[in-house]
């Protein structure tokens, strides 16, 4: 079936992404890892753009993806692991899987921030049936970013520092998995 190795590559990272097993990491050092990690994140966005600061602080709640590694060769994958806030506090972890088909080729990695409008926006990821479809769009987070947020059915999307190089016209979604504390 796949007779470019590039292909299988890809298609193998996409199911790897989109089976990942466990939400919450397995040990108490990959918890407090995920959990700093995901607190630079949210400093790292208020250090370059400080209108973040009034965002975060608007927002019924966050989720953060530190890191979410993304690759494809016509067929893609993206997962990463993060922590969802609520008033400043750690209420649980979450992971985020993507899958695309579609025009696209490279790797990169990033950082996503995901803020909730209000109780019911936060409460629908938490039921673990949040998905976002393929008209979705996230803002690159760059000076005044912040201050120009705007929220689409009850969120507002915030991506920084990307690595790597991707040509993307894909199709595809995300689909975000919660566990409590």
């Given amino acids: 079936m796949f007779k470019n190795p590039l292909l299988l590559l890809a298609a193998s990272a996409a199911f790897l992404a989109l089976t990942a ?41 966050s989720a953060v993806f530190p890191k979410v590694g993304k690759g494809a060769a016509g067929v893609g994958g993206a997962y990463g692991k993060g922590v969802l806030f609520k008033d400043g506090q750690v209420v649980g972890y979450c992971d985020l899987s993507q899958g695309s088909i579609g025009v696209q080729l490279g790797v990169q ?16 990821f938490k039921s ?33 520092d990307e690595t790597g190089l991707m040509f993307e016209a894909a199709i595809g979604g995300q689909k975000f998995s919660y566990q409590a504390l």
Avoid at 109 to 124: G, L, N, P, W
């Fill in 109 to 124: 990695t990033y950082t996503e921030i995901i803020c909730f409008e209000d109780r019911k926006s936060f409460e629908r």
């Fill in 128 to 160: 673990g049936n949040f998905t976002f479809d393929a008209q979705a769009t996230a803002v690159v987070l760059k000076s005044g970013a912040g201050a120009n947020a705007k929220y689409s059915d009850g969120v507002a999307v915030f991506t920084m």
């Fill in 21 to 61: 097993c466990s939400t919450a990491p397995r040990s108490a050092e990959g918890k407090a890892d995920i959990r700093q990690d995901s607190r630079d994140a949210m400093a790292t966005a208020q250090s370059n753009d400080p209108s973040m600061t009034k965002v975060f602080d608007g927002a019924h709640g």
